[in-house]
T-cell receptor, first 110, second 113 residues
Framework: NAGVTQTPKFRVLKTGQSMTLLCAQDMNHEYMYWYRQDPGMGLRLIHYSVGEGTTAKGEVPDGYNVSRLKKQNFLLGLESAAPSQTSVYFC?????????FGEGSRLTVL | SQQGEEDPQALSIQEGENATMNCSYKTSINNLQWYRQNSGRGLVHLILIRSNEREKHSGRLRVTLDTSKKSSSLLITASRAADTASYFCATEGFSGSARQLTFGSGTQLTVLP
């Protein structure tokens, strides 16, 4: 009964380092999303996928890349981290409109 | 850009009172959803109301939608301390095959025991 699982939950990076956040869902959902949440700004969509092998840009895609090689996994990559990418990142999946969220990954870039 | 904007930003009430949160949005929508987020946790879906619906109930929750005013309200009746959380509205527009939700900045609800 896992739902949406995000790893890692916490990470500290130095400016310029790279990393990948992994999102896994076990609900056979077609749609998957990556959002970032910053204080006072709600959630903003970074990238999303409408099915295996597809990705598309959201509202704030710059500095991020994504891949959806398997239906159950959606990876978010930071090639060269910047302090402005310090945030809490949420993955979500959906089939029918209602989004199911993971517990979040808190990233700090020094 | 924020599609939905919640009002108020923060709300503090006593246990047993009703809490009302409002959401306004800018463009036509397919549906509007409300989510709850407890501190340090992910968002949890509460209720979805479609553009052709005016009111919907789920337990102690009542959601209304006025598409002519581009606004929605969430009413939580007989509030409990466990209702303390941030509440977000999210709108789904018409964007082809993608089901994209745009979230507002949320209302922080505190229910005092």
């Amino acid at each position: 009964n896992a739902g949406v699982t995000q790893t890692p939950k916490f990470r500290v990076l130095k400016t310029g380092q790279s990393m990948t956040l992994l999102c896994a869902q076990d609900m056979n959902h077609e749609y998957m999303y990556w959002y970032r949440q910053d204080p006072g700004m709600g959630l903003r969509l970074i990238h999303y996928s409408v099915g295996e092998g597809t990705t598309a840009k959201g509202e704030v895609p710059d500095g991020y890349n994504v891949s959806r090689l398997k239906k159950q996994n959606f990876l978010l990559g930071l090639e060269s981290a910047a302090p402005s990418q310090t945030s809490v990142y949420f993955c979500a999946s959906s089939n029918t409109g209602e989004l199911f969220f993971g517990e979040g990954s808190r990233l700090t870039v020094l | 850009s924020q599609q939905g904007e919640e009002d108020p930003q923060a709300l503090s009430i006593q246990e047993g009172e009703n809490a009302t949160m409002n959401c306004s949005y800018k463009t036509s929508i397919n549906n509007l959803q409300w989510y709850r987020q407890n501190s340090g946790r992910g968002l949890v879906h509460l209720i979805l109301i479609r553009s052709n619906e005016r009111e919907k109930h789920s337990g102690r929750l009542r959601v209304t939608l006025d598409t002519s005013k581009k606004s929605s309200s969430l009413l939580i009746t007989a509030s409990r301390a466990a209702d303390t959380a941030s509440y977000f509205c999210a709108t789904e527009g018409f964007s082809g095959s993608a089901r994209q939700l745009t979230f507002g900045s949320g209302t922080q609800l505190t229910v005092l025991p």
